[in-house]
């Protein structure tokens, strides 16, 4: 199955708020609300941060929050904070063999 | 506290075999599927394959079909990740994950950097 569509970049200066696209289709995304959003920092293993679509994982800050409408899901980081500066990827549960599909990933510069 | 932790890296030539593993332990090693991803330098994150260790159920995503074989000892708690025959493409690291709410990756392993060079 194809990749869910992630922006390759997206970027944001101290304070501000920015906004990740997660696109997929009626297979996987669309029809269930099973989309999580990893974080990884370089050299590191991805970390959840966002499960059940808008559902925070233990010890991740309120200011990141998910959300999804139709095809896709959006992570939002609010009050954007130099540490974090990453790579983030969304995964979805998908109706094919596999199970899961992952997103290409975008990488978040604080500017 | 959910810990899966990988093997070491490997250098290995191609053609070669390699295994590696991921042993779960901090929740009950049969009850959850775990997942292979695989994370080419530089690139992002692949989703292989995925089993169950209570009935070693396993699915493989297409462009890892017939290229690798995953595997669990469910008496040890853990995973494996098998190559018969590596290739120079195979240089990656691999990560094993849980599989958790919503058949989605919630733990990771810290990874197992292969690196497949005559």
């Known amino acids: 199955q194809s990749a869910l569509t992630q922006p390759a970049s997206v970027s944001g200066s101290p304070g501000q708020s920015i906004t990740i696209s997660c696109t997929g289709t009626?297979?996987?995304?669309?029809?269930?609300?099973?989309v999580s959003w990893y974080q990884q920092n370089p050299g590191k293993a991805p970390r959840l941060m966002i499960f059940?679509?808008?559902n925070r994982s233990s010890g991740v800050p309120d200011r990141f929050s998910g959300s999804k409408s139709g095809n896709t899901a959006s992570l939002t980081i609010s009050g954007l904070q130099a540490a974090d500066e990453a790579d983030y990827y969304c995964?979805?549960?998908?109706?094919?063999?596999?199970?899961?599909?992952f997103g290409g990933g975008t990488k978040l510069t604080v500017l | 506290e959910v810990q899966l932790v990988q093997s070491g890296a490997e250098v290995k030539k191609p053609g070669e075999s390699l295994k590696i593993s991921c042993k779960g332990s901090?929740?009950?090693?049969?009850?959850?599927?775990i997942g292979w991803v695989r994370q080419m330098p530089g690139k992002g994150l692949e989703w292989m394959a995925i089993?169950?260790?209570?009935?070693?159920?396993?699915r493989y995503s297409p462009p890892f079909q017939g290229q690798v074989i995953i595997s669990a000892d469910k008496s040890i708690s853990t995973a494996y990740l098998h190559w018969s025959s590596l290739k120079a493409s195979d240089t990656a690291m691999y990560y094993c994950?849980?599989?958790?709410?919503?058949?989605?990756?919630?733990?990771w392993g810290q990874g197992t950097l292969v690196t497949v060079s005559s």
């Open positions: 089993i169950y260790p209570g009935d070693s159920d396993t």
């Open positions: 059940g679509v808008t």
């Open positions: 995964s979805s549960y998908t109706s094919s063999i596999t199970l899961v599909v």
């Open positions: 994950t849980r599989v958790g709410f919503g058949q989605q990756p919630d733990s």
């Open positions: 901090g929740y009950s090693f049969t009850s959850y599927r």
């Open positions: 009626s297979s996987d995304v669309g029809a269930y609300n099973f």
